[in-house]
């Protein structure tokens, strides 16, 4: 027994307020890190899947009209769609591991290594975009069309889920590696591993896709639709996570300064009768500083523990809030 039938018009409605969110989010970060001349190359790439996703919604809601057949067999190209949903994917990956690479000093090796990541992602990309040259016999495939199989199992789509699924678990688990080291109150603790911990949302809408399209489950007769619905949301999912640092270090900041300005006359009434000299003064690493990237000049400093080298390093930052 399949799917009942998909409603076109919710799937629509759905995912494009869904995608509204995301691309609003991706303009924030971006005018928010301008704003504070703070952009980097994760800030640079981000602009591609922003782009992609733009073109990707309006594609979607052109489609499953059925009033112009000719329109309709090029929304449904295998390489108009493929390309899209790919191209978001992918650099939305490539951007997670650039902002993780950030926020340490250009010598420290958890920098490098997420720009390693960066480039083993982007060489997985061109991988996924040209295997159906070999796999499917060329660019006029539809997403419903057979390609090269092997027991059963369509090569181009193994190897997709395969290296999405595999490029998702490393982006669950190499933050929670790299900032484990990282000494931080509990809270904000909890809130860095939280945030760069968030692609196992993106981990999951990729595993729904997956199990779908190998599970043999029948999706009924819109299975064209179900699947290229179920593309978007992690299509949107993706861009989501990429931005959720900028956003969550926003949110955090209005709650603090909002607790500031209410204890505003408790601080005050302090310092008068209790003011510390310039060698009690301490300034400590926070949750902003850390999602930012802000470790380049101030005289405090934040220690790692390095536990390859079995010794900890320090390097600066300097406060931004």
Known sequence: MGLPAQSVLAWKITLTIFQAIAISSTLYRLLRRYRIQRLWWDDYVVVIPLVMDIVYTVTFCLEFRDSDPSLEKVLESYWLQLFFFLTIVWSTRIVLALSLGRIF?????????????????????????????????GGEKSWSNPCMTSNGIILRGAFMSGADLTADTILVLFPLAVLWKIRLPRRERVLVLAVFSSSILTLLSALTLTIMAFSGIDLGPQTNLFMTGLGHVEAVTSLLVCNVAVVATSLYRNTRNRDNEESLDVVESTEKTSRPT????????????????????????????????????????????
């Open 105 to 137: 000093p250009p010598t420290h090796r958890a920098r490098k290594n997420s720009i390693v990541l960066a480039g083993i992602f982007l060489l997985a990309y061109v991988l996924a975009v040209v295997s159906p040259l070999f796999t499917c016999g």
């Open 278 to 321: 310039e060698f009690d003064q301490v300034t400590p690493v926070s949750f902003t500083e850390v999602l930012e990237g802000t470790f380049e000049n101030r005289s405090s400093s934040l220690r790692l523990d390095d536990r390859s080298e079995d010794k900890s390093r320090d390097f600066e930052g300097v406060r931004v809030l």
